[in-house]
Every structure is written in C-alpha cells, then in structure tokens.
C-alpha cells in the first residue's frame, strides 16, 4: 500500500461503535490525491446523511505494522486495516478506530516502542491504556480525553461527507451536500413560509428571486414550498466545525450554520439565527442558477472565517450609492458579510460631516486624475447601512489618519500642510493644533453613530514623509479616542506600530517586502516623461524604504493580543492585472485595467490558489486570524463596467476560501465559476471572461 499524502477532497470518516461499520475503498494504483469512497448501508446508518456513497479527505494516508493502515484529517488520526479485496480495481479497508489526541503516540508511530499490536476498537472501554493493558487511574484518565475526542469526532464525522458541490452552482461550496433522490420545481405563486416576525428576512430573498430567475414568490405564515425554521437544539448544525475569527458585527460566531433539504415535497431551512436562514437562502438562490428544477440535496453548512469583506475605495473614483447598493447585492451573492468602504484619501472625502461642511463643500469635488467628485449624505449613508443590514452584511467605514490626508487639509488648510514628492502626495497634519483634534473626534463619533458595526477603520497606511514616532503618536491618540466609543479599531498592518491590542485588528496587505527593488524598479524606468528620472528615482528609494519596515507589523500585532485580517496583495487585492489571455473584444479594458506598475499580472487559477490560515502561519506564526478581505483600489476604474471587470470573476473565488472548508482545487472549483455566467449575464454584469475559461 503507497503512502498517500496529498488527498484533500471533503472529510473524515469514523466508525461509531454504536452504529455499523464504515469501509473505505481507494483504487488499487491510484495516485496520490485519487478520490477515496466510503460506503455504509444507508438504512442501517440512518444518522449519516444523505446515500451510500461519499469521497472522504485525508491529509495523510500511511501504512503502520500488521498490515494496518492510518489516515489523518487535521490533528485527528483514524486507524484500520484491509478487509478484502474486491476485483483487480479497489481495495476496502475497514476503519477500526480513532485517537484525537493532539501530541499523542499513535500506534505504529516511528518512535512509538509500543509492541506492535492490531488498533483496539473504539469502544474497548475507558479504563484501558492504548496498548491494551488494564488502566489504572492515570489510564482512566488518558482514556477519557480520548472518548471526549472521539464524541467531537463523532460529531463531526456525521456532518463533514464527500459532497456532490461540484456538480452544484454553489459558490461558496459547502460545508456538506448529499443527493437525496428526485428534487423540487418551483414555480411563480408558490409561498415562502416563515413566521411574521421574520418576514424581513425573506424580503431580498423573494425580491432577488423575481430579478434574477422572474420567479414571483408569495410570503406567508406556515409551512408552504420553502419553508423557513429557527431551531433551538439541533445536533447537526451543532457539529459543524466552528467558525474561527471575529465578526463585525455582535451576532454568535455560530449565527450563519444553517441547514437545506429538498426532497419531492419543498425545500426546508434551519437555522438557529435568523441570519443563517438568510445565508440559505442564498444558497437557494444559486441553486435556481440551472432553472426552477431544484435538485434533491442535503446541506449542512457553515462558514470558515467570520468575517469575509472588500474593501471597496469610493474615494480615487465615486460610485453613486445606486451602484454601492449592486455591489452589495454581490458580496450578498458568495455570503460575503462586510463592506469596508474607504472614504477619505488623498484624492477626496466622501462621507457628510455635521459641522464641518468644507469636508464635502471642498473636500469631495476631487477624485483621481479629471473624474468628477462626489459624497454621500448623510441619509444616503443610512440608506446604504440600512440595505446592507437587510443582507446581514455590515458596513466598516474608513477614516484614513495620519496619512493620505490631502482632502483634509485641502478643506481646512489651517490643519495641516501638503506637498508632492516624486509624484507621491505627501500630507502631514498638524498634530499640536487643538482645533484638528475636535474634527476628528467629531468625524469618528459621528462615523460610530452611523455604524452599528463594532469596528471603525482608522487606515494608518503608508505614511509618507511622517517620521516613526509621529506615526505612532498620532494612531494611538486616534486609537483612544475610538475605543472611548465603545468600538474597537481596524487599521492597515502599519497601525501595528501604535497601540493596537486586544479586540484590534491588524489588516495583512504588504507580502511584497523581498521583491520591493523590483516593484519600484519600473518607476525609474522612463515611462513616465511628466516627471524626471531623478523625481522617479527618488519616488522608488522612498517606497522601497517605507515598505521595508512592514517585516515587523505582525508579530507586533500577535505580541499586543491584535487579530490578523488577511489581506494580501498577492491574492486579494482585485486591482491587479489578469494574466490570462483575453478575447479580443476585452482586449482594451484587460490592457487598461489593474495597477501594472505596482503589482505583477495574476490568472484567474493561480488567484483561487490559496489557503488563508496556511499563508498566515508562514508570515506570522502564531497569528490568530480574524477573516478574510478583498480589496479593489481604483487608481484605474472609470466606471461601473470597469469596477466589475476587475471584482468579476475573482472575488467569488476568494469568497469561497473565506467561507469553504480547505482543500478546495482549481479543477473543482472551475465548473461552479462557469455556471455563475448566466447569473451574471442576467444582471448585466461586465467580467473578465478569457477564452480559456469560457472553454471549460
């Protein structure tokens, strides 16, 4: 039997002693990450879920003594040995038992000097050490961790199947799905029912239902064709894996577990949170992608990270909040739950301000390059709160400090003073001017006022021209002032310099420190003749100089207590250029689009191709992450058509390793993003679509 160690498709399989035996066959001279299968007799195995058949994941496949075999998914280790062998194609193997123990020796370990022995079955019983000699106390006591691992793992396993997403429309995959037999075809007239106080949560439902698919959904008090359930105790949703990070908002990290079942009568949801019938809901929605024949499936699901964003820069270039509102509507689309939206920068301010009117009188006339300016009102910004909120998504305004202030100072010029350095804006605020510090208390209080959400941006980026110690002195002025409004602060990694800790976040974006001289190297390059070589020489030494100092952000941050945001821009920022080939007729916006001097070309593949948790750990070991966040700067976005070329189709992928288990491939992946065509097609979207996506 080979070694295997690459299978990552779904999840683990144990045997329950309690419940019949599970088998596992594998082909016989199958590669490293052929698919595994399990199979139980359904009736017998009546609380696993869906049919007799499951593609399992395992992280390490190995041989032990006797002709014993283990696998691991995770810290957890299963053990069994060859049953029999079936034909010339597949082997079975029959799994025995499980030891959850992290740290612990596992029969047939290389340097367990245990004698070598067949894995005792689970249920041997408590007082018994793992080699099978009477327990004593402290056996007792090994053993009871092991059946408190085991119950978890029990759970777990019950929950965690192969699924059939690959065949679905589902992005992102779930946790779960099984086929349950013949589905449902839901037709216009046909009712939504969820009791009246949760009809809320069914209105965008219903309301994207008609836009997208022309189907007309009543909503009604009852069981009906859908019908919606919140759920107090349900073992199931109990034994999803948890989600790990921090939410932006104050619902349970467990809030958006939800359950789906279609079978020949309707569809039924649970949740135990009226926000996770919402998420499958959304579910439902894409499922309607291939028409109104819903298949009979079986979904448990539940997110990875808790909190799954973009950050989308209103400021370089304005969007109306008709267009904020349609982006919403996507990030709703792949259960995406934040909208970070950059309001001030150097080039504008976008955000009405009581009290200081120049912010948006003066501040907001600007964009980047000749694009007209813009704000928002104040009732604009509810309204935009308010139908994010619908969609359980929350909004985290920015309010960029000390940096990138030229807006600011351009409105009120006794604040501060602005220069141009080699084509970088350099903004310094005056920091002694007691008069500044009124305008940002009141801009933060009125930002928290306006944001239920419990983080405010404080930005902290890219201080050009600021020294260290200011920098520092004046995020941690800004950093206090937050928190004696009873939110907790967001920054850029930079802000890890200042007094971010417990309850903070630190925002991951710099990956690019060991490539900085050839980053930069392209501004000196002549290609641009507005400016000199001297200017552009001197542009790249002071970038490669700032950038340098981003080594250090966080392990700062882990050291304070912050949490870690992952931000890349080597996976999550959308303004880099594709490298995929395109089709002519999206040829110019593809040669337009993305930020080429900056940022090297990304395919559509290689930006899925990552896993958040593995990342973070390879930079900052120990890091506890926070979620994930796209990011889409618009230095080279014009209009709506442009902005969704570039979001379009990379941000479904990163939504899907913000939400899916890991271990997700680009293989599987690929036909779920070519099925999203038609959605978008239908919402007139504009996406990059190359040809070698199209021909899948």
């Known amino acids: 039997m080979s070694t295997n160690t690459n299978n990552t498709k779904a999840a683990a399989i144990i045997a329950d002693p309690d419940l019949p035996k599970v088998t596992i066959t594998r082909e016989f001279d199958a590669p490293a990450d052929q698919v595994f299968r399990a199979h139980v007799d359904p009736e017998l195995f009546a609380r696993w879920i869906g049919p007799s058949q499951y593609e399992v994941t395992v992280d390490r496949w190995e041989p032990t003594t006797g002709g014993n075999y283990r696998y691991a998914t995770g810290e957890h280790w299963f053990f069994g040995s060859f049953h029999e062998v079936l034909h010339d194609q597949h082997k079975i193997v029959q799994t025995w038992g499980y030891e959850g123990i992290p740290g612990g020796r ?16 689970v249920d041997h019983g408590l007082a018994r050490r793992l080699d099978g000699s009477p327990g004593d106390d402290a056996g007792q006591r090994h053993g009871q961790r092991r059946q408190r691992g085991l119950r978890q793992a ?49 209105r965008p439902f219903v309301e994207a239902v008609a836009g997208d698919h022309g189907l007309q959904l009543e909503v009604v008090d009852g069981p009906a064709a859908i019908t919606l359930e919140l759920v107090t105790d349900d073992e199931e949703l109990a034994a999803l894996p948890a989600t790990e990070g921090v939410r932006a908002d104050d619902h349970a990290a467990d809030s958006e577990h939800y359950g789906l ?102 501040g907001a006339q600007g964009a980047y390059g000749d694009r007209p300016g813009g704000h928002f009102t104040i009732e604009d910004y509810n309204d935009l709160v308010a139908y994010a909120a619908e969609r359980f998504i929350t909004v985290v305004p920015e309010f960029d400090l000390p940096g ?56 902290g980026d890219e201080g050009f021209g600021l020294t260290d110690e200011f920098h520092r002195d004046f995020l941690d002025r800004a950093i206090g002032i937050v928190h004696s409004l009873g939110k907790q602060v967001i920054g850029w990694q930079e802000a890890a310099r200042a007094g971010l800790g417990e309850g903070d976040i630190a925002q991951y974006w710099i990956d690019f420190t060991d490539r900085l001289d050839q980053m930069f190297a392209a501004l000196s390059d002549g290609s641009d003749p507005a400016r000199s070589d001297l200017a552009l020489e001197e542009r790249g030494r002071q970038l490669v100089e700032l950038f340098r100092k981003a080594d250090d952000d966080l392990g700062l941050a882990v050291r304070n207590g912050a949490g870690i945001l992952f931000s890349p821009v080597s996976y999550c920022y959308l303004d880099r250029p594709y490298a995929d080939e395109p089709d ?8 337009r689009l993305g930020l080429r001097q900056a940022y090297g070309q990304i395919s559509i593949e ?22 994930v966040e796209a990011t ?30 890991a271990g997700r491939t680009w293989d599987e992946y690929r036909p779920r993003l070519v099925a999203q065509r038609s959605l978008w097609t239908g919402r007139g979207y504009t996406w990059f679509d190359p040809p070698a996506l199209a021909g899948s």
């Open 106 to 121: 596992e029969p047939g370990d290389p340097d367990d000097h245990r004698p070598a022995r067949r894995p005792l079955p």
């Open 154 to 202: 029990r759970r777990i396993a019950e929950v965690l199947t192969a699924t059939i997403c690959d065949v679905l429309p589902l992005i992102p995959a779930p946790t779960a799905a099984a086929e349950t037999g013949p589905g449902f075809t839901l037709e216009t007239g046909m009712a939504v029912g969820v009791e009246s106080a949760l009809a809320g949560v069914v």
């Open 261 to 362: 079942t279609i079978t020949t009568e309707g569809v039924r949801i649970r949740a135990k949170q009226p926000i996770g019938l919402h998420r499958g809901l959304t579910t439902l929605r894409q499922l309607l992608i291939n028409g109104p024949g819903l298949p009979g499936v079986r979904i448990l699901d539940a997110p990875r990270y808790a909190w799954r964003g973009l950050n989308f820069d209103v400021v370089r270039t304005f969007f109306s909040p008709e267009i904020v509102r349609r982006v919403i509507d996507l990030l709703d689309t792949y259960k995406l739950n934040v909208l970070h939206l950059h309001l001030t920068d150097d080039q504008g301010w976008r955000l009405e301000i009581d009290g200081w009117p120049e912010l948006t009188g003066i």
């Open 404 to 459: 990138h202030s030229t807006a600011l100072i351009n409105s009120y010029p006794e604040f501060g003073k602005t220069e141009d350095a080699g084509g970088i804006p350099m903004s310094k605020l005056d920091a002694d001017n007691p008069r500044l510090w009124e305008l940002i208390t009141d801009v933060l209080g009125q930002y928290a006022a306006l944001s239920p959400g419990r983080f405010l941006h404080l930005g």
């Open 584 to 591: 002519e007729d999206q040829r110019e916006q593809w040669q």
């Open 606 to 627: 290689d930006a899925y191709d990552f896993d958040p948790g593995q990342a973070l750990q390879e930079v900052a070991e120990g890091a506890v992450i926070s979620g």
């Open 632 to 661: 889409i700067w618009c230095e080279t976005i014009t209009d709506e058509s442009d902005l969704q070329f570039l979001l379009l189709p990379r941000l479904a992928g990163i939504a899907e390793r913000a939400w899916s288990p």
